[in-house]
């Protein structure tokens, strides 16, 4: 029975094509804004979670202000087997400038030891990263990254050159792999030297120190940060003078804020889903109204009223099912051409295709049930003499 | 086959009352060719609606083979509608969007019939209408007798006993009329219970019957064979 209301009603539309279309652009815009900003949301998500394995989901950063001096330098290594740490670095950064073809062209210095390159997971293209020899005779070597050895090498391998940081003239080591921009700026404008000299070449960070830490594996990050904590709480005079926080950590808050922007975002653009059922409620109202006769005969030859009821919500199910698949293909375009301009990865998934056909068949019943109900309530003697 | 007794429709027009019918009695019996005739506005209509169970009587009693309509509900008289009467209107009433083999099917639909034998019916009844090379043809692509043929085919489709036609000539000219009561003629000699309302005493000639109403009273009742050519 079903198929035969669906034939019915669909028959309906067929014979007004363009003002079905016409009618169903509301749903059209709505489906396929609300689409494509989840869809730009979640890339934005997967993104961030790609940077979080990119970085190390186990990597734990530690600020200290130690204003007395009473933290010991070692005090890393005591901890290193009870609080399950990989690996650490002390890290101590500061910024020098190049002018490039008359462009000021920034690059963050780090001072690190030989570890860190594990601690951050960093990658070279070519050469070595810091080793233990250079960090114990405080070498003036540097690793840099892909864009330091673009704008400042262009025309040679970088691996042997020498540049000038601070004044010091440090020998080119390694080139990282591009890793793009996160919140900490851009990851490929960095060059990393041993920490003895950062130390020296930016001595105002003297007093507050940071430490970047690898915990064993992901699972141990929470023991690793609870262990630093407590022996930070008992050494330091106030628990205001650390903080300690996972990349994680940091990633998630980001998740979390970027997943309530999209989510908001996509609330605003589902006003227009309403906006679009009620362009449906108003032509389906128009429908009835034209097709009253219709009706009239309908119940006449023996239409209950649940039947005419349900050919008229199938309509504007049907109607609003069309402007979702029309959005959706929408979506898909449009989430195309957002890849092609902007480089940023935007995949419509099989789940935006499910919420899109849930969104408009949803529309579509409850904008329809009142014009449906109404033709469903029609006297059949009154329709039938409707002119 | 169906009794009024004493059957009166009234219909409130702000303060006054309009006396539509006025205690109507009366009996048709299965198989009769019955004609309701009267001036405008004296109930014609309105004793249609009450019969073909589109409305329901203010007071008195209508039984419809041994069902009283009074106390149905809108979706059994739906249903009622559907197995028991075919409706020929003045002016036609056939879906425009849809053929007129889909026409003819679409009491079929409401009956639940499945779709293989409500086409193989109404094709059936088409080609006994005389329609037989105009199944697919659209309401427009007809003329107004053929029109009116297609929705005679359409009374028919759930072989119903009675057959309530409210004015079927009153859209045709002369020649077509006469066909379109040909038509109504042969099917009330196969048995059917032919009601037909009207003004034209022309039209009336062909019922066995003829009842007169004027302000919604019956005033005159008379039977005679149907000796028209
Ligand atoms: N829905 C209604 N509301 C109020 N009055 C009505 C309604 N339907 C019919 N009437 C009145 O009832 C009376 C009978 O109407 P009806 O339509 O039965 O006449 P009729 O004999 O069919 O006339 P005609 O030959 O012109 O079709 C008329 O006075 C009409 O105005
Ligand atoms: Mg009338």
């Known amino acids: 029975m079903f198929k035969e209301y669906f034939s019915i009603a669909w028959r309906s539309v067929v014979a007004h094509k363009i003002r079905a279309l016409l009618t169903t652009l509301g749903v059209v815009i709505g489906v396929s804004s609300v689409i494509l900003l989840l869809s730009l949301g979640n890339s934005a998500k997967a993104e961030a979670a790609n940077q979080i394995r990119a970085i190390g989901s186990n990597l734990i950063i530690v600020r200290v202000t130690d204003r007395n001096g009473v933290l010991p330098t070692i005090w890393l290594d005591e901890l290193k087997d009870s609080g399950k740490l990989a690996a650490y670095s002390e890290i101590i950064s500061g910024n020098t400038s190049y002018v490039v073809n008359g462009q000021n062209f920034d690059v963050s210095v780090s001072g690190v030891n030989q570890d860190y390159g594990f601690v951050s997971s960093l990658e070279l293209t070519s050469g070595r990263f810091l080793s233990q020899i250079d960090l114990d005779n405080n070498l003036p070597v540097v690793v840099i990254g892909p864009k330091v050895a673009e704008k400042l090498f262009p025309l040679t391998d970088a691996v042997g050159e020498t540049m000038v940081i601070q004044g010091v003239q440090f020998r080119v080591i390694g080139i990282l792999t591009e890793r793009g921009t996160n919140f900490n700026g851009d990851l490929d404008a960095t060059a990393y030297i041993p920490i003895d000299f950062a130390g020296t070449l930016f001595p105002y960070r003297l007093n507050s120190k940071t430490y970047y830490l690898a915990s064993e594996t992901e699972d141990t990050v929470a023991t690793s940060m609870r262990k630093i904590e407590s022996y930070l709480t008992s050494v330091l005079p106030s628990a205001n003078e650390f903080n300690v926080f996972s990349q994680s950590q ?22 227009s889903l309403i906006v679009g059922g009620i362009g449906i409620m108003n032509i389906m109202l128009v429908t009835v109204r034209e097709r009253t006769r219709e009706i009239g005969v309908r119940k006449a030859l023996g239409a209950k009223r649940s039947q005419i009821l349900i050919q008229f919500l199938i309509e504007a199910v049907i109607i609003t099912t069309l402007g979702g698949l029309i959005g959706l293909g929408v979506s898909y375009v449009g989430a195309a051409i957002i890849q092609y301009l902007s480089d940023f990865k935007v995949t419509v998934g099989l789940d935006s295709v499910f919420l899109s056909l849930i969104f408009s068949i949803t529309i579509g019943v409850v ?11 029609l006297e059949p003697v009154d329709a039938l003499r409707y002119e | 086959m169906l009794t009024l007794s004493n059957v009166t429709k009234h219909y409130k027009m702000g303060d006054s009352v309009v006396r539509a019918l006025d205690g109507i009695s009366l009996t048709i019996d299965e198989g009769d060719f019955t004609a309701i005739v009267g001036p405008s506005g004296s109930g014609k ?51 425009p969007s849809f053929s007129a083999l889909e026409n003819v099917m679409m009491p079929m639909t409401y009956a639940r019939v499945p779709k293989k034998q409500r086409e ?29 043929r297609v929705s005679i085919a359409r009374a028919l489709a759930n072989n119903p006993a009675i057959i309530l036609a409210d004015e079927p000539t009153g859209a045709l000219d002369q020649k077509t009329g006469k066909e379109v009561l040909d038509l109504l003629t042969q099917l009330n000699k196969q048995g059917k219970t032919v009601i037909v309302i009207t003004h034209d005493v022309g039209v009336a000639a062909y019922a066995s019957r003829i009842l007169t109403i004027r302000d919604g009273k019956i005033v005159d009742d008379s039977r005679k064979e149907a000796d028209h050519v």
Request: hydrophobic share 40%; net charge negative; charged share 20%.
């Open chain 2, 120 to 148: 193989k019916i109404a094709a059936e009844i088409l080609t006994k209408v005389g329609l037989g090379d105009r199944m697919d043809h659209k309401p427009t692509e007809l003329s107004g007798g053929q029109q009116q």
């Open chain 1, 367 to 377: 904008f329809g049930i009142y014009p449906a109900n109404k033709a469903s309530q």
């Open chain 1, 250 to 271: 940091i990633l998630g808050v980001m998740n979390t804020l970027m997943g309530l922007l999209t989510t908001l975002l996509a609330g605003i653009a589902s006003i």
């Open chain 2, 45 to 95: 209509s309105t004793l249609m609606n009450i019969i073909g169970c589109l409305d329901i009587v203010t007071d008195g009693e209508y039984v419809l083979n041994q069902i009283p309509i009074k106390k149905y509900e809108e979706d059994e008289l739906a249903e009622i509608r559907n197995k028991q009467i075919g409706f020929v209107f003045q002016q036609f009433n056939l879906l």
